[in-house]
Nanobody, 129 residues
Framework: VQLVESGGGLVQPGGSLRLSCAAS???????????WAWYRQAPGKQREPVAD???????NYADSVKGRFTISRDNAKSTVYLQMNSLKPEDTAVYYC?????????????????????WGQGSQVTVSS
């Protein structure tokens, strides 16, 4: 399974961006993900959690993004989103999605495969005027 991110870019302070992260693999695969999360890593800093959403659709946010960011998931598409509003220069970072545990059902064989701690490739978000 791979996590493919999209939606990063350059935006002015106060602007918005939406990140997406989709699980992909063989065409016969169906993915069941427990908790999705977004992390970010700014230059010279450690990777930090931004938001996560459980299988029960319960979201959690870092204090620094509460009220500005919204995490959501679409299980039918095996995708997680991060809507980022009122962006600030300090939000500049590479953003990574994470799936804590994944069950991959192979519909052609009727078998399950399990894996943990899968990461996306990272998306650069730059907030600058």
């Amino acid at each position: 399974v791979q996590l493919v991110e999209s939606g990063g870019g350059l935006v002015q302070p106060g602007g918005s961006l939406r990140l997406s992260c989709a699980a992909s693999g063989r065409s016969s695969s169906i993915f069941h993900i427990n908790t999705w999360a977004w992390y970010r890593q700014a230059p010279g800093k450690q990777r930090e959690p931004v938001a996560d959403i459980t299988s029960g659709f319960l979201p959690n946010y870092a204090d620094s993004v509460k009220g500005r960011f919204t995490i959501s998931r679409d299980n039918a598409k095996s995708t997680v989103y991060l809507q980022m509003n009122s962006l600030k220069p300090e939000d500049t970072a590479v953003y990574y999605c994470n799936a804590d545990s994944v069950r991959i059902y192979n519909s052609a064989r009727g078998t399950n495969y399990y894996t943990r701690d899968v990461w996306g490739q990272g998306s650069q978000v730059t907030v600058s005027s």
